[in-house]
Structure formats: C-alpha cells, structure tokens
C-alpha cells in the first residue's frame, strides 16, 4: 500500500529497497526531542494565530506530550516505512489523538522541519562540547600549575632545543582549547536564526507568525530567505570544521603523550585506568586511549569532508542528498566527546617523570642560546658571530662528554678572551627558563602569571 502521509496519486508502495535507501529513521531518530520542540511551537503558533482553532491546538500539544512520553519509556520504533523521525511523531500523534492530528503540518513542510530540528540538535551539541572543553581545560590548568617550574627539553624538528617548562608546554594546549572554545561559540551565534516556517521554499500563504516560533525555541529571531533557510546546512559545516579543527589539537597532545610514554623518552607514565596490556608481551603498557584520540581526529576530518562533498553541487533548494547530512555530524560528535573525555582523564591522571625532563633538558646543549646571548650582552659581541664562538663550545662540550656548564672556564676563554666566570649564571637549565621572561615566554613566574589570566583571577 502507499504511504499513509503522501501516497494520496500513487497506486503502490515503494519496493523494498526504495524504503531501505530513502529511510532516515535508523539515525534521524536522535533528533525526536527536537522534533517534538518544534511541533510543539509550530502549533502553540497555529492556535495563537487562529490558523488551526486554540481547542485542536491544545489537543495535538497534549498528544505530542504523550508520543514523546512513549519514545522516552520505550525508545523509537524502527519503522522503515514511515521513513524519518518527522513523519513517524506525526503517525504516532494520530494514533493518540486521532485525525486532528493531521491539522499540525499546517503551513510547514519538513523541509523548514528537519532544517528546524538539525539546527537544534547541532545547537545542543555545542553546548556538550563548550561544557566538555571548559573541563579539560580545567585538568590543563591544574597540571599547569603543579609544573609551572619543572624544566623539560624545548623541541624544534623534535631536536631538542632550548630548555622550556612542562607547565608552559600544557599551557600551549590551553591557548589551542582556548581557540576551539571561540570558534564553537561563533557557530553557536551564527546558526542561532530559526528556518521554520520557510515551507517547503517558498514560505506560505498562512498568517504564520516566524519571529515567535523562533522566540518559543530560543533563537534570536527567524531566517531571512526561505530558499536558503531550507538548503543552507552552513550550521553543521561550521559545526563539523571547529570539530575537525578541535580534534586536530587533541590528536597533537595524543601523539606527544604516546611519545612521552615510549621508553627513550620515557617522560610520563599513563595511569593503569588510560593504559592497556598486550595478550603476548606481559611487560607491556600501551597509550591506546591515545592512539584512538590522534585515529579519531582523522575520521572527524573525514566527516567534515564527507558533508561537504554532499553540499557542494546541490541546486536550490532541498534535495534528498541532503539527507546524508546529519550522520557525518552525529558521527563527529560522539567521537569528538569521547576523545575530549578521553584527554581530560590521562591529562588529570598522568604522572610527569619531571627529573627525567630535567636530565634530558641538560643533555642535549639546550642552553648554547643562553651562551650566545651573554656574549651579545655582557661582552658586546655582535650575535652572528657568538653564534659561532659557541657553537666551537658545543663542539668542545661533545668531545669532553659533559654539558655545557661544565667546560672548563679555561677552554671557554681559548675560544673568546671576553668570556669570564659570569657566565656559569646563565649555562644551566633553571637560569636559562627563568630569563625566558619576555611576555608569553616560558619563565615559571610568566607561566604562573598566565595561569592566573586563564583562570580569571588576573
Ligand atoms: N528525512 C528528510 C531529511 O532528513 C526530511 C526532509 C524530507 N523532505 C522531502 N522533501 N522529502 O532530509
């Protein structure tokens, strides 16, 4: 038989696989609450503006309380033939109301509903995502603090570089969230127009009243083209790229804690509850959580991807192809939540094997910059060629097998006269971080002061 809300000019119902491909409900079901939220401003508008009478209005209200008291009991019913999650509220609304029912898709087509519905749904998921952020940024904050003053190798080309602190390091992720938090707020603000009432793309001829559906729902005011209001899915596009984005942070923190945690490095241990064994090698303790959060950030990009080839061809206004929009965007975010999850509890429960840093930060000459600068300052010399005196010092510091402030004073003064005792002030690690005082510099007390900015308190 054909189908009971549009089948009035066909004979027979769809083939089997016809309901399978054209068929939402397996993921659109995700979004009922939403659906429901939006029937139920649609008719209290109805009523208000005489477009349905206030009794029937008030019906339909009561029964779209009961449909949604039976999705929350009993889960929505996977019935491929009443397509989406649209379709089958308004089919369960009959069944509990009866044919008034058929009075609630007055003057809206599910073009304006689903576009209605997606927005709120990406609008709710903004909100998990900022509080999820604000939490790990929390955990960043606090380690922060602990290692405001531990000394660990600076890296550039992964060779170490110049002594920098863990906290400062953490900090660095915190300015990244930092930016996610932004641009998620941004999309927030952006999308926050209401499409319903737009029809199916031309708008209708009903006396329907758009700045109230948009009121009743919490947007700031209705859309302005109706064509675009039920084609534009830039919401979800701007969703999915801050995601995308965000997860590329949180995959970069990843794969510095899975080398951390590898034994050269050997810089943090995860905690037994973010670590996993091998069936074969008893010794083992693999990062997985973390390797999963730098895999996922592919997919994420992936389904940014995915959504956007989807939109790129489509004429106005809806096509069907746009169907395909919300699993890429409900794909993104369960991933997106657990990474950030994921993150939060190592970062919180991680140990920071500090000395190892320390030993590491003294090994690798990361204070030859330091030399270079005391020339330059305390001996006037011009820094091209410091550069190169103590670039000599390195050499003899390797051949020696020592650290730089351990050259003898006397090899020092063969290469540069200029050089005198004052300058063992400024060849180890603490001394080297501490002068690193320009603003956004790693010196603890810059650390501590940018701790405080973040929290507020400053
Ligand atoms: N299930 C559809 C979707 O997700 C709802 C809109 C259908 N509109 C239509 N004209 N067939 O896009």
Known sequence: TSNSMWGGRFAEGPSAVMREINASLPFDQRMWRQDVAG????????????IVQPADAEAIAEGLTQVAAGYERDGVPDDLSLEDIHMLTEARLADAIGPVAGRLHTARSRNDQVATDFRLWVRDAIDQVLDALTAFQAALLVRAEEHAGAVM???????S????????HLMAYHEMIARDVSRFTDARARMNLCPLGSAALAGTGFPIDRHATAEAL?????TRNSLDSVSDRDFA??????AAQCSLHLSRLAEEFVLWASQPFGFVALSDQWSTGSSIMPQKRNPDAAELVRGHSGRITGCLVSLMMTMKGLPLAYSKDMQDDKPPVFEAHDLLGLSIAAM???VESATFRT?????????GYATATDLADWLVREAGVPFREAHHITGRAVARAEALGVTLDAVPLGDLQAMDARIDARVFDVLSVDASVASRTSFGGTAPANVRAAIAVA???A
Request: proline letters at 6%.
């Open 39 to 50: 029937s139920r401003a649609h008719v209290a508008m109805l009523g208000k503006q005489g």
């Open 153 to 159: 190798p600076g890296f550039t080309h992964l060779q």
């Open 161 to 168: 570089a110049q002594p920098v602190t863990l906290g400062h």
């Open 218 to 222: 919490g947007f700031d005011g209705p």
């Open 237 to 242: 596009l701007d969703y999915l790229a801050a």
């Open 344 to 346: 939060t509890g190592m």
């Open 355 to 363: 000395d190892r840093m320390r030993a590491l930060a003294e090994s």
């Open 455 to 457: 929290r507020g308190e």
